[in-house]
């Protein structure tokens, strides 16, 4: 079998610290976006010279958190329950026989400063720190079918569940209202997808969770098909 060997072109930067709560496609959470933090030697203005022309961009990653795993000729997709079976190549799933992926994002600006050439992006579903082996532009006239079939992932998911946040939460959103205006929404849509494993959706008993979302430990319960934030600790 050919192998082949990949340079790392940059790294993202997103508010997303685990993989737990990342959503599982970009464009779900409005204020997800992050920013493509280019590598030398591909950090040259000339690099991206004509990007901003386009509106979104193709990112090819690694799964570099699962990679280490290896590969399954069948996973058990979310979308499905996490109960039913699948060829691996009928999938997104991380645990591939190569640990690649790709993101359709929108490409908010690039900022091109000394050393320093970044591409701010909009909502992500990637990790921060997720290492970058390529960028291309979108063609719409060429990528976009809107009649295509989509098997079992046909329509965007349900990110309905209702969030609330407790006393304690109010308080330490008022805090970082500042730095943060859009914290509460932010949280809102991320925890609204029940970011939960499949196994556990459904289930009527109490249960608490944590996620580390930009720079706070968030800690939630779930009680039946309610959200309840208890508070946002700074990491």
Not at 119 to 147: C, N, R
Not at 193 to 208: I, L, V
């Amino acid at each position: 079998m050919t192998s082949f060997s990949f340079e790392q072109i940059g790294t993202i930067h997103s508010p997303y610290k685990e993989k737990f709560a990342v959503p599982r496609q970009p464009g779900l959470v409005q204020d997800g976006g992050g920013e493509l933090h280019l590598h030398a030697p591909y950090n040259q203005p000339e690099a991206v010279r004509g990007l901003e022309d386009f509106s979104h961009l193709w990112v090819m990653f690694i799964f570099h958190q699962t990679m280490d795993g290896g590969w399954r000729p069948t996973v058990r997709p979310p979308r499905l329950g996490g109960n039913v079976r699948t060829g691996v190549f009928a999938t997104r799933s991380t645990f591939r026989p190569n640990p690649l992926g790709m993101s359709l994002v929108e490409l908010k600006g690039i900022h091109c400063q000394g050393q320093s050439v970044i591409l701010q992006l909009g909502s992500l579903d990637l990790v921060d720190g997720t290492p970058v082996v390529d960028i291309k532009p979108y063609l719409p006239f060429a990528e976009s079918h809107p009649e295509a079939r989509a098997g079992f992932a046909q329509h965007a998911p349900q990110a309905d569940m209702a969030v609330e946040f407790l006393p304690l939460a109010e308080l330490q959103l008022a805090k970082h209202a500042g730095k943060y205006p859009h914290l509460r929404r932010f949280i809102t849509q991320v925890l609204g997808q029940d970011p939960r494993p499949a196994y556990r959706k459904g289930e009527s008993a109490e249960r608490y969770y944590a996620v580390r979302l930009l720079e706070f430990n968030v800690r939630w319960r779930v009680v039946g098909s309610l959200n309840q934030v208890l508070s946002l600790d700074e990491d």
